[in-house]
């Protein structure tokens, strides 16, 4: 090691610091854990760094994390500028050519190819991944969600751009249990399309493997607020439940299960006519598309004739997801469901399931109405974007996964919560 002779004295003692901390904490982790140096040593690589060719490194993701206003803002007016939107866009091309290598294409991208602890090992999860578009977005949030023992289905729509298809295809090609779905469809937004795509997922997942324990759902626009053992340790608390929105509807609401609708140039339009009663006189329940439930409630939604007549009726309502899984919930028998009195409703809130921001619920520090703090990215159909402001109360929430996120808009909020997650599942580790 060279040294300038001025002032090399004091960089040496400097150095030397450094390396003792570096090897003070080898040496803690062997007291905490029994491994040893080199084993310590043989996971630094998985460590997401400032060297790692990033444009978003420039800003300070331990400040942003802790809230601090200067840093935010200096976040938020560099995405907003034009050189950074442009050097932060990844063509699909590239992941075309990146995944004809797959060793090298893992090992760059830094994916975790092993598990990191036993309890994880032996409680595999299935997740469904609802796509169309931004593949950058879609490889990140696999990564951030990737582990050898759980099994994923991706679903691409089937009007995404043929490279959007090919690029995805060809990163899920990479994983041994990562795979297309067998059957695509057309989404349509708040069409009965975006529930047959889970659905698809759900019935490949069930047939392809039967060691998962719990099934997640995700879209393109989603992103863990927890690590893998975390989200385990959270499952397992439920102890069989699951967790998920389902409560009362309101009045505004009916309205889209009372009447028939049908796609229309591309929209869902009622066509006037009133529907039938509900099958078996369910009790209809409201709640959202993003659900956290176990082997058995995707069984039932298979296989249980009362929730075959109900899907059915549902396939000419207006947004069914944000109706079917809840009402599901409920029903006696499917396991991990709860009674249907309204004494067991479950809020969004105070579901495990995702962390969304609704514009009208949210209101200033203090304010005893808002549900939650104001967005501090911006807002698509009532739902906040969120931006790196948003993350300090994030990650206080107990929820597992939070929606929505734009890599175009705000790619600073998903890479300091990227370097976030991976820091706390590499200290778990010891």
Not at 108 to 113: A, D, E, L, V
Not at 298 to 309: F, G, M, N, P, T
Not at 375 to 397: F, P
Request: glycine share 4%.
């Amino acid at each position: 090691m060279w040294f300038p002779k001025r002032g090399w004295r004091l960089q040496l003692l400097q150095f030397i610091a450094v390396l003792g901390s570096l090897w003070m904490f080898i040496l803690l982790s062997q007291l905490k854990t029994g491994r040893s140096a080199a084993y310590i040593l043989k996971y630094q690589w998985l460590v997401y760094t400032d060297e790692d060719e990033s444009p978003e490194k420039v800003c300070n993701c331990s400040a942003i994390l802790q809230g601090e206003k200067d840093e935010i803002q200096q976040a938020k007016l560099l995405t907003i500028t034009k050189d950074f939107q442009k050097s932060t866009q990844i063509p699909d091309e590239y992941y075309i050519n990146a995944t004809k290598d797959c060793s090298e294409f893992k090992m760059r991208r830094k994916y975790i190819t092993f598990p990191l602890s036993k309890e994880e090992e032996d409680f595999p999860l299935a997740y469904s991944m609802v796509v169309h578009h931004k593949v950058h977005s879609f490889e990140r949030l696999l990564r951030a969600i990737y582990a050898p023992q759980n099994i994923y289905c991706v679903h691409v729509d089937k009007k995404a751009p043929a490279s959007v298809f090919i690029a995805i295809n060809a990163i899920t090609s990479c994983f041994p249990n990562v795979f297309m779905v067998s059957k695509t469809v057309d989404v349509v937004y708040a069409g009965w399309t975006r529930v047959q795509a889970d659905l698809n997922c759900m019935a490949d997942l069930y047939n392809t493997s039967t060691t998962w324990k719990y099934f997640i759902n995700l879209c393109g626009q989603d992103f863990p607020l927890k690590t893998n053992l975390e989200i385990v340790q959270a499952l397992r608390s439920l102890k069989g439940g699951n967790s998920l929105e389902s409560e009362e509807m309101s009045q505004g609401k009916k309205k889209r299960v009372m009447n028939v609708y049908q796609v229309v140039d591309g929209k869902m339009q009622p066509i006037g006519k009133t529907k039938d009663p509900t099958p078996f006189n369910l009790p209809i329940l409201s709640g959202n598309a993003y659900i956290v439930v176990n082997r058995g409630y995707i069984r039932s939604v298979l296989e249980d004739k009362r929730i075959q007549a109900l899907i059915e009726w549902a396939k000419d309502t207006y947004s069914p997801d944000e109706f079917l899984w809840a009402t599901i919930q409920r029903m006696p028998g499917v396991p991990g469901s709860t009674w249907p009195n309204s004494k067991f409703d479950m809020t969004d809130m105070n579901a495990i399931a995702r962390m969304v921001k609704w514009q009208w619920h949210e209101g200033s520090e203090g304010s005893l109405q808002a549900v939650y703090p104001e967005c501090k990215g911006h807002h698509v159909r009532s739902i906040c974007v969120y931006g790196a402001g948003d993350l300090q109360w994030l990650t206080e929430q107990h929820h597992l996964f939070a929606n929505k996120f734009d890599a175009d808009r705000d790619l600073i909020a998903i890479y300091c919560l990227e370097k976030y997650l991976r820091y706390k599942a590499l200290t778990e580790l010891v």
